[in-house]
């Protein structure tokens, strides 16, 4: 059986200057379980292969010619399953039970991140959020940290749903 792959040319983008890394992470985010990414660039994009492998990816590389380089991200067995965690958020089954519980599969980017963002601004310190996103909440991760929140999360069995916990930090000023 031939695995299904999702192509993404960001050769164009790089020619005129600009950085492919959120196009990348949206591609990723909308691959349907099981499907793998097909990503074509002017360079062999190392710093690439460390990120999606933390996503559950492994890839395969090939100089396609003129410089160009092909590169095969595919979901490696029980890949995405694999719980994400913030530097500080190995800890998680230490954690209080969620104080909120937040359904926001139905809700398009950038608001489930304003609402989680917006959420945790009125709880305290050590309370932990539960959200249920639609896709993998790349660009929220970094701004919990940023802001000294905990997170950890990971798909559900199925694929179709990103699960999250995240625990209130110290306000930062």
Known sequence: MTRPYKELDVRPILRNGGEPFQAIMEAVQSLAPGEGLRLLATFKPEPLFRV????????EVSQIGGGDWQVLFTPEAGGPADISA????NDAAAWAEPVF???LTDLDPPEPMTRILARIELMDPGEVLFALLSREPVFLM??????GHQWVGNFDEGGSAYRM???VGEARE
């Open 142 to 147: 970094p701004e919990l940290e940023k802001r």
């Open 52 to 59: 999606m492998g933390k996503r559950g990816f492994g890839h």
């Open 86 to 89: 913030s530097a500080s958020g």
């Open 165 to 167: 916990l995240i625990r």
């Open 101 to 103: 519980h937040l359904d």
